[in-house]
């Protein structure tokens, strides 16, 4: 079963910018485990409105993800 692993960045390394590329990376494989769990449950309910919602919101929150990663050019590739 997938698990997702959520924490917010600890305040002593909010000003280390190793440790935001490693936060950023960190939270866009999330992002990959949540789309996959609403995408494998939406093709389980298609018809299901909160599913559908679901996975757009899933997919925003990638886009996002690759919006912050694009505005800092020296930032660590992400996989998308």
């Known amino acids: 079963m997938f698990k997702l692993d959520l924490e917010p960045l600890a305040p ?12 950023l990376k960190h939270i866009q494989e999330q992002a990959d485990i949540l789309r996959g769990i609403v995408e494998q449950a939406k093709a389980q309910q298609p018809l299901d ?8 919101h899933a997919k925003r929150i990638q886009e996002l993800l690759v919006y912050v990663q694009d505005t800092c050019p020296s930032a660590i590739k992400l996989s998308r």
């Open 49 to 56: 409105n909160a599913l559908n919602f679901a996975c757009k």
């Open 12 to 23: 002593k390394l909010l000003h280390n910018r190793e440790s935001h590329i490693y936060y």
